[in-house]
């Protein structure tokens, strides 16, 4: 069984960039969440997504928006690129709308210099 | 704001040695997660605790839920080297709310077992 996939695995931007990470969850999951874990930290919420629907949103500024597709994929894109953004980006899927179930995928280390 | 608050920080100990690490929180929370992340992966959920004062055991490790829904503990026996890992407190909102998928993490505990 494919587990979540995130791509790319690893991402190197230059401040100002503008970047899109994608999600493909598992099969038939509905609902993607995005975390951003910076290191030495614990994730921090960011998204979520059901049914295609923005369920949830984070203290992240609007330069962070999302997207769910049809077939429950998902993006994530950060306009503006700053130092801070410098992450880990976690995509957890899960077959309902509650965060029970979650299984996250080993995410996209994205480095701005 | 749900904050939940991780301790220790770091624990560095020699196998065999038992260890707990709390999680507080001045909030109430419906239910709380527990995770373990390894380098260069996403975090993987070991056990989810939902009522008020329950104990869950895995093996070498015992989760415990406070009364009121605020904290909990996790313990380790005897711990080994394969245990090394960063332990990650979850706390779960109240279903309904705008946010009901959202988790709030503690910042982690970096556990490192010694041969």
């Known amino acids: 069984d494919a587990g979540v996939t995130q791509s790319p695995t690893h991402l190197i931007k230059t401040r100002g960039q503008q970047v899109t990470l994608r999600c493909s969850p598992i099969?038939?999951?509905?609902?993607v969440s995005w975390y951003q874990q910076v290191l030495g930290q614990g994730p921090q919420f960011i998204f979520q997504?059901?049914?295609?629907?923005?369920?949830g949103r984070g203290n992240f500024p609007d330069r962070f928006s999302a997207r769910q597709f049809p077939n429950y994929s998902s993006e994530l894109n950060v306009n503006a690129l700053l130092l801070g953004d410098s992450a880990l980006y976690l995509c957890?899927?899960?077959?309902?709308?509650?965060?029970?179930?979650?299984?996250f995928g080993s995410g996209t280390r994205l480095t701005v210099v | 704001t749900q904050l939940l608050e991780q301790s220790p920080q770091f624990l560095s100990i020699q196998e065999g040695e038992n260890l707990t690490v709390y999680c507080n929180s001045s909030?109430?929370?419906?239910?709380l997660q527990w995770y373990r992340q390894e380098p260069g992966e996403g975090p993987v959920l070991l056990v989810t605790?939902?009522?008020?004062?329950e104990v869950k055991k895995l093996k070498r490790l015992t989760f415990q839920f406070g009364d009121a829904r605020k904290d909990s503990s996790l313990h380790i026996t005897a711990a080994q080297p394969g245990d090394t890992g960063l332990y990650l407190c979850?706390?779960?909102?109240?279903?309904?709310?705008?946010?009901?998928?959202?988790?709030?993490f503690g910042q982690g505990t970096i556990l490192t077992v010694h041969p």
């Open positions: 957890a899927s899960s077959l309902a709308e509650g965060p029970y179930g979650y299984t």
């Open positions: 099969s038939g999951h509905k609902s």
């Open positions: 997504y059901y049914e295609k629907e923005e369920r």
């Open positions: 909030s109430v929370f419906s239910s």
């Open positions: 605790v939902v009522t008020g004062g």
């Open positions: 979850a706390g779960v909102p109240n279903a309904g709310g705008t946010s009901y998928g959202k988790l709030t």
